[in-house]
Every structure is written in structure tokens, then in C-alpha cells.
T-cell receptor
Framework: SQKIEQNSEALNIQEGKTATLTCNYT??????LQWYRQDPGRGPVFLLL?????KEKRKERLKVTFDTTLKQSLFHITASQPADSATYLC??????????FGQGTELSVKP | GAVVSQHPSWVICKSGTSVKIECRSL??????MFWYRQFPKQSLMLMAT?????????EQGVEKDKFLINHASLTLSTLTVTSAHPEDSSFYIC????????????FGPGTRLTVT
């Protein structure tokens, strides 16, 4: 069955450093992959979408890579700030728009 | 742009009663809306997909007679939890997309349902 794995441990980094989050998947060939931010008790907030034929996407301090051979996506936040502290979700999508979510990685940025 | 609202934000109901949750796209027309459920410290699980004017498509294991979904307009979808039980207590989140297919989804703030 389809499986998505994100960094199981919480990620603690110092302000100003680059945070790198990992999303690995098996038994699936997604048409695209999305990254979301979720704060406690709130709905996810869309960050980036990258399609299967794209290698890299950037948006301000965010960068996502997508390697369909390795079945892996990396999500980077450069010059991290305490306000970036949240849970980050990876989601795989098919052509029909249906998303399958990973369990999320909790990021904590210390000042 | 792309704002999605949900109402209510939280609700407490007694076992056996029904609860309706509304999901609205405020500044765009949502051809497709999705309903998810999230238990504490767990991932979002898709319950159903609804397209305006047609019946919802439910995921395996989700009872369509228990979770009634109506997508009557391009800006409104409702989820009714019928005969709620304590095990239905969860965080229910909707999302909306501009069009069918592979596009970003915009999520509502979620509704916390507690069944006593």
C-alpha cells in the first residue's frame, strides 16, 4: 500500500540556519507533491506545489526539490525564524486532485 | 485570495444527535471540495471528495450514510455527522480547489467536534 514518511523526530534548529525536512514515499507515483504548514488547532496552509516533471521550486525563503527516482522530496527553509516553528506536512497528489498526507514534521526554531 | 471558512469552529454535542459543518470558499469558486478528518498527532485522512452539483465520492471505510456531504453551490459544501458517537470526536477540515485535478487545495481552519 502507499506509504509516506516524513522526519519522525521533531527538528530543532537555531534561528538563521537552514531547516531541511524530508518526505519519502513508496508504492506510489504522484502527479505532484505539495507542502503545507499547520499550526496547532488550525487547518493546513498551502506553501508550495511541485509537479512530477519539475526538479525544484522556490518561493521566497522556501525551496522544494522532487526526485521521482529516489521517491523523495526535500523542503528547505533558509534563514529560519522562530515564526517558522510549526508542523510541516508533505502531501502527494494524483491527477484527480486527491491528496495523501504524511504525518508531518514538527519544526522548532530557537532564537 | 483563496480564503476558505468553516463554521462552527468547535461544537459539542450529545451522543445520538446530528451535527452540520459548513465550508465556504469566500473569494473564489470551488469546483471541488474535500473533507478530511484529523485525530491528535496524526495525519489528515481524506473522507470524501465532492464536486458541485454531483454526489460525493467517499473513501474506503467512510460510511456515506453517516457522513452526509452536500455541495449545493460553487462556494458552499456541508458535512453532516448523523447519529454522532464519541468515536466521531475529531478535527474536521475542509479544503477547496479552483478546479478539478492536480491543483493546490486551500484549507479551512477546521472544526473541532466533541461528542459526549
Amino acid at each position: 500500500s502507499q506509504k509516506i514518511e516524513q522526519n519522525s523526530e521533531a527538528l530543532n534548529i537555531q534561528e538563521g540556519k537552514t531547516a531541511t525536512l524530508t518526505c519519502n514515499y513508496t508504492n506510489y507515483s504522484p502527479a505532484y507533491l505539495q507542502w503545507y504548514r499547520q499550526d496547532p488547532g488550525r487547518g493546513p496552509v498551502f506553501l508550495l506545489l511541485i509537479r512530477e516533471n519539475e526538479k525544484e521550486k522556490r518561493k521566497e525563503r522556501l525551496k522544494v526539490t522532487f526526485d521521482t527516482t529516489l521517491k523523495q522530496s526535500l523542503f528547505h527553509i533558509t534563514a529560519s525564524q522562530p515564526a517558522d516553528s510549526a508542523t510541516y506536512l508533505c502531501a502527494l497528489g494524483n491527477q484527480g486532485g486527491k491528496l495523501i498526507f504524511g504525518q508531518g514534521t514538527e519544526l522548532s526554531v530557537k532564537p | 485570495g483563496a480564503v476558505v471558512s468553516q463554521h462552527p469552529s468547535w461544537v459539542i454535542c450529545k451522543s445520538g444527535t446530528s451535527v452540520k459543518i459548513e465550508c465556504r470558499s469566500l473569494d473564489f469558486q470551488a469546483t471541488t471540495m474535500f473533507w478530511y478528518r484529523q485525530f491528535p498527532k496524526q495525519s489528515l485522512m481524506l473522507m470524501a471528495t465532492s464536486n458541485e452539483g454531483s454526489k460525493a465520492t467517499y473513501e474506503q471505510g467512510v460510511e456515506k450514510d453517516k457522513f452526509l456531504i452536500n455541495h449545493a453551490s460553487l462556494t458552499l459544501s456541508t458535512l453532516t455527522v448523523t447519529s454522532a458517537h464519541p468515536e466521531d470526536s475529531s478535527f474536521y477540515i475542509c479544503s477547496a480547489s479552483h478546479s478539478q485535478g492536480a491543483n493546490e487545495q486551500y484549507f479551512g481552519p477546521g472544526t473541532r467536534l466533541t461528542v459526549t
